[in-house]
């Protein structure tokens, strides 16, 4: 399904990923975690060519793209099968929550405006917004403004939908109405990958846990093997500070 080969990133003089090997299959929900600065969110805008590696491959279905010399028909055609939901939810502030949806079915899929509004409007009622297609986002909290986002991934009906800290600009009354709509999502089998510093989130959502640190994979596993199990000491240490009833001995 998703397949990334020997993915490298460096921003000057920093190397920020090296030499990453991560397949995802159809229908998993892969969380990754790790330190800020580990590479999680530069390994997630690689995939759909926000950030452009310096070497390696990468695979979306039947898609497979040069890191370091894609073609620009390539790269449309890999962002054709990916969505993503940003921190910042990244809105128009002149369109309403409607509009917003439809914008990347209309413009970027070309499908016709009646159409996409129906689409738009099954999506914004999926993640409970079915009152609110005609709010602007200055009329919305911020856990709505997010779920206009992932309305407007679900929207795109990709392969696979890439979440960036999803909630990490909310309030934290506001995380849970987030995460619900997450897990409903998930347990729907749409494919996933997520960065995110919600442990038991991640913990209840994920069908595979990844730990980055360093620009590498640490390790991988289940849920409950890297929760409870971790082999490596850097994943210890790390649960350890993020979750301070761990009792790991390190």
């Given amino acids: 399904m998703i397949a990334l080969e020997k993915i490298s990133k460096s921003f000057g003089k920093h190397e920020v990923l090296k030499q990453i090997d991560l397949s995802v299959d159809k229908g998993e929900v892969v969380v990754i975690l790790g330190p800020s600065g580990s590479g999680k969110t530069t390994l997630l805008r690689c995939i759909n060519y926000l950030e452009r590696p310096d070497q390696g491959q990468i695979q979306v279905g039947k898609h497979k793209v040069s890191g370091k010399h894609p073609s620009r028909h390539d790269i449309h055609q890999l962002r054709q099968q990916t969505a993503m939901v940003f921190q910042q939810y990244n809105l128009f502030k002149h369109k309403t929550a409607l509009e917003n949806v439809m914008e990347g079915l209309t413009v970027?899929?070309?499908?016709?405006?009646?159409?996409?509004?129906?689409?738009?409007?099954?999506?914004?009622?999926?993640?409970?917004?079915?009152?609110?297609?005609?709010?602007?986002?200055?009329?919305?909290?911020?856990?709505?403004?997010?779920?206009?986002?992932?309305?407007?991934?679900?929207?795109?009906?990709?392969?696979?939908?890439?979440?960036?800290?999803?909630?990490?600009?909310?309030?934290?009354?506001?995380?849970?109405?987030?995460?619900?709509?997450?897990?409903?999502?998930?347990?729907?089998?749409?494919?996933?990958?997520?960065?995110?510093?919600?442990?038991?989130?991640?913990?209840?959502?994920?069908?595979?846990?990844?730990?980055?640190?360093?620009?590498?994979?640490?390790?991988?596993?289940?849920?409950?093997?890297?929760?409870?199990?971790?082999?490596e000491e850097r994943t210890k240490q790390f649960l350890r500070r993020i979750t301070p009833e761990a009792n790991y001995s390190i």
């Fill in 108 to 231: 970027v899929r070309r499908i016709p405006r009646s159409e996409a509004e129906e689409i738009s409007t099954r999506m914004l009622q999926k993640v409970g917004l079915g009152e609110k297609l005609n709010h602007y986002p200055s009329q919305l909290s911020g856990g709505q403004q997010q779920r206009v986002g992932i309305a407007r991934a679900l929207a795109l009906n990709p392969e696979v939908i890439l979440f960036d800290e999803p909630t990490s600009a909310l309030d934290p009354e506001l995380v849970g109405e987030v995460l619900e709509v997450i897990r409903r999502i998930a347990e729907e089998g749409i494919t996933m990958i997520i960065v995110t510093h919600e442990m038991g989130f991640a913990r209840d959502v994920a069908s595979r846990v990844v730990f980055m640190d360093g620009g590498v994979v640490v390790e991988q596993g289940k849920p409950d093997e890297i929760f409870q199990r971790p082999r």
